[in-house]
Each structure stands twice: as structure tokens, then as C-alpha cells.
């Protein structure tokens, strides 16, 4: 086989690639939305969202191919990131000299058609492709074409979103230059992420007035989510502005949050599998916490719960009880369990245990340790009780009235 082609600016373009740190990270419900879509509206049984490393193509989200990653000299997307502006689509692979004698083209997936948007960042890199894939020849419309590119658009806003909200974890630890961080990351946020995504919002809603009778019911529910995906990730943001601003001139205690409207929304963004039943008992108070902060922590514990249960009918119980000044909840499953000598150190950043999911994949060691960050941060804290086999429960502590 050709070897690929290789863009002149490869080191500084890999070195962008790494400071998003999205590499070898585990799936998120967000990213997996996005090739749902993307595969719904180009009408094709498999979607990819593609990074490409010095040596190899990793998967951030895969649907319909059920591998992590490939050699890189086996991306059709080496080619998309050479033109960064436009879709590429190679309709039969097999008739292009450049992919003809590809194994994912001459075996399994035995993939036929492709078509790539790119990943672009804001400083003009080319991270990898949004990409979709069918077994059969095929061809895509503009106005496929034009979704296909706004998909990508997401992505990168992800990424970038992820990127401020790490560089705002690591600022919260160096209290002497805290202030001065966020307040870089508010402007960065609100002059590079709000103007996008209330573009990709306008647009989807405009395609769909424009075209709504030319498309079925699918692709204009299609349509429909992009417009929310959108909305909802400018809520997130004034929600992470919000929060910078209360870091800058400290908590206001008055505010309270409505703690079993939180874990709803967590657990309908998570969209447990069907075999997972979340079980929430009792009451559920109004906390004074950030709700951005709540949400983060309840859905940090709730999705390892769910990734980390070997059980035929997956049940995880949540419960509170108030007493004492403080708020105390209990996150519990029935899933595999955690070793006693491991639980010292899972609250450790980047500390994992090797221990592959449900979905094959491998911790981070970033979640916990964000859980943790953010109760201390507020005058909580969390703790484990877990056997193996058997299941585990964290018991988490917020204070009536929050640092």
C-alpha cells in the first residue's frame, strides 16, 4: 500500500492534538450523540469520530465498527486532513488507487464509501475527521454535506470546551494565580464558544425551515437535536461562566440548587442502556452548591456505576439523608466492586486500576478525582465502601451551607 500523505505542519498539528489530552479518554454520551447523528443523516450504518496520532487513528466515538483504533496508515482521513475546507467523499474506494488495496477496504469492515469532515481547531489545525462509512457505493447530498461540516464544528467546540474546563481544574490548584486563570477562561469562553454555537443553533433551525418538507420525519428530528445539543452546550457555558465569576468574588451562600432535578437531568443525558436501572429514594433536598459543579459530581458517579456493572440487571440506588448541618448521598450499585487494597487510591488524579468497562474501554483516573476536587472544594467530601462481586457505594457530604 501508498504510503499517506503527511501535512507540512505535522509536529506543531500533533502537538495541538496532545494538548487537548482527548487521546486513549473514555466515550462520553456527547461524542457518542454526535456519530448517531451524523450516521442518521448521511443514511449510512457507521459513523466515526477520528484523531489520528503519529502512528495510528484513534476512535473517540465509533458507531456500527466495533474497534478503539488502527495503524494510521489505514485512515482514509490522512487525506481529509489535507484539505481542511471541505468534505471528503470517495464514493466506491475500491475504484481509487489510494484506498483500493486497504485491509479496512479488502477486509473486514470491508468498507466501500467514505466521506470526511474535518476536525479543525481555531488555530487552523487539522486534528482529524468526523467520518462516515457504508459497505455499498454511495454519495452525499449538500445538504448532507453541510450537516456533516456543522458536526464537526461540535466536536471542535467540545474540544475546546473540555480544554478550558481542564485548564480551569489545574488554575483552581494554584490558589495565588486562581483569579487571573479564570478570569482568561471567561473572556476565552465567551468570545470563542458562545458566537459558534449559537451559529450552529441558527443554522440547523434555519435548514430545517428552509428544507423541512423536503426531509422525513428522521432527518428533522435529526435537525431537531443538533438545535438542542447546541442550546444545551451554551447553557453549560454561561453555567461555567457563572461559575468562574462566584470564584472570583467568592461563593454566595444564599444560592440552592434542586438536587433530584439535577440527578433527572444527569440520568436523561446519560441515557442509562437498557439493562441499567437507576432507582432514586426518599427526598432530595436544595443544596447550596453550584449546579454545574452538582451535576458534574452526580454524573461522574452515576456513569461509572453504569460502566462498571457485570451484572445481567444493573441497578444503582440513590438516597439522601440530612442531618448533622449536612446533606449526605448515597450512590450505590450492584456492579463489580473495587478491590480493598485499591481504595485508597482511586481519588488519586490519573491514578487507575487497569480494569476494562462494560464497553471495553479503560479508565482516565480524571472523574473521581474531579469528584473529589469539587466537595472538598465546597466543604464535602466523598468516601467508598465497595466489595468485589458485590458492588459498591459512595457517600458523598454537602454542607448545608457550602464554602
Known amino acids: 500500500m501508498s504510503t499517506y500523505p503527511i501535512p507540512k505542519n505535522e509536529q506543531q498539528r500533533l502537538k495541538e492534538l496532545y494538548d487537548y489530552e482527548v487521546l486513549d479518554t473514555i466515550s462520553e454520551v456527547e461524542y457518542d450523540s454526535i456519530t448517531k447523528i451524523a450516521a442518521q443523516i448521511c443514511q449510512v450504518p457507521a459513523s466515526l469520530i477520528t484523531f489520528l496520532d503519529k502512528d495510528r487513528q484513534w476512535f473517540k466515538s465509533h458507531l456500527g465498527i466495533d474497534i478503539n483504533e488502527t495503524p494510521r496508515a489505514f485512515s482514509f482521513c490522512n487525506y481529509t486532513i489535507m484539505e481542511p475546507d471541505k468534505v471528503t467523499v470517495v464514493p466506491d474506494l475500491r475504484e481509487d488507487e489510494r484506498f483500493a488495496a486497504n485491509p479496512l477496504v479488502t477486509h473486514q469492515p470491508n468498507a466501500v464509501f467514505y466521506a470526511g469532515a474535518p476536525l479543525v481547531t481555531p488555530a487552523g489545525y487539522v486534528l482529524g475527521s468526523i467520518c462516515v462509512l457504508d459497505s455499498k457505493v454511495n454519495n452525499l447530498s449538500a445538504e448532507q454535506l453541510d450537516a456533516l461540516q456543522g458536526l464537526a464544528q461540535q466536536v471542535v467546540t467540545r474540544l475546546e470546551l473540555q480544554k478550558k474546563i481542564n485548564s480551569l481544574n489545574i488554575a483552581q490548584q494554584e490558589l495565588q494565580s486562581a483569579n487571573k486563570s479564570l478570569k482568561n477562561f471567561a473572556h476565552l469562553v465567551s468570545h470563542d464558544m458562545k458566537t459558534p454555537l449559537a451559529n ?201 451551607r457550602s464554602n
Open 200 to 400: 450552529i443553533s441558527m443554522i440547523s433551525r434555519s435548514f430545517k425551515k428552509n428544507y423541512e418538507n423536503s426531509f422525513d420525519e428522521n432527518a428533522n428530528d435529526c435537525l431537531d437535536l443538533i438545535d438542542r445539543s447546541a442550546k444545551e452546550l451554551l447553557v453549560f457555558v454561561d453555567d461555567i461562566l457563572a461559575q468562574s465569576e462566584m470564584m472570583n468574588q467568592g461563593f454566595e451562600a444564599g444560592e440552592s440548587v434542586d438536587s433530584r432535578a439535577i440527578l433527572e437531568k444527569v440520568i436523561n443525558l446519560i441515557a442509562p442502556p437498557e439493562d441499567i436501572e437507576i432507582r432514586l429514594t426518599g427526598k432530595f433536598p436544595r443544596v447550596a452548591m453550584n449546579k454545574t459543579s452538582l451535576q458534574q459530581v452526580f454524573q461522574n458517579l452515576i456513569t461509572n456505576a453504569i460502566k462498571y456493572n457485570d451484572k445481567e440487571r444493573g441497578v444503582i440506588d440513590i438516597s439522601c439523608l440530612s442531618n448533622d448541618g449536612f446533606h449526605y448521598f448515597d450512590v450505590s450499585d450492584n456492579g463489580c466492586g473495587i478491590a480493598e487494597q485499591h481504595l485508597d487510591i482511586i481519588f488519586e488524579q490519573r491514578q487507575t486500576l487497569g480494569v476494562e468497562d462494560r464497553y471495553g474501554n479503560l479508565g482516565t483516573g480524571i472523574g473521581l478525582a474531579t469528584v473529589q476536587n469539587i466537595l472538598e472544594a465546597n466543604g464535602g467530601q466523598v468516601i467508598v465502601h465497595s466489595q468485589q462481586n458485590i458492588g459498591s457505594t459512595f457517600k458523598i457530604s454537602i454542607p448545608y
